[in-house]
């Protein structure tokens, strides 16, 4: 099962500390290689120089250091997004930084006029996400986007 956010449901406000940035490969992929380990997810793909010139990097500093990143692919023409991938260095796991960006993220992109955030396959802490539904097959879409 896939999951999206219908972007026209959401009422989140922009964080005013996440923003849109291109962090270096060498942070991002620190950042990213601390949260694998910390996770320890069985299988990764890498992060790739591209990753971070051809799509959006939602990015949180704290005290002038990238602590935590979102990526985002864009179709500008269609306005909508897809959330590739999220990283965070853990240094302070009680401060829930993961769900600041489930909310920010929709925000940004509804504020853009994007009509949907395409999460990937679906988990159930995804459900908590205002706006967020699962697809159905492929004749459920003939004619909808």
Known sequence: MYGRIDLSKVKYKLDPDI???KPSREEAAHIYNT???YKNFDSVYPLY???ILQNDFHCLYINDKLVAWEQTRVYT????AFSDQ???DYSNPEDS???????????YYKSQGYKYLYLGDH??????IQGYEI????KALDNKT
């Open 49 to 51: 120089s591209d990753d």
């Open 123 to 128: 988990h159930d802490y995804k459900s908590r």
């Open 35 to 37: 949260y694998c380990k």
């Open 135 to 138: 697809l159905g097959p492929i």
């Open 77 to 80: 023409t269609d306005k909508v």
């Open 97 to 107: 930084v993961g769900w600041r960006f489930s909310y920010h993220v929709p925000a």
């Open 86 to 88: 999220f990283a965070w």
């Open 19 to 21: 923003f849109l940035h």
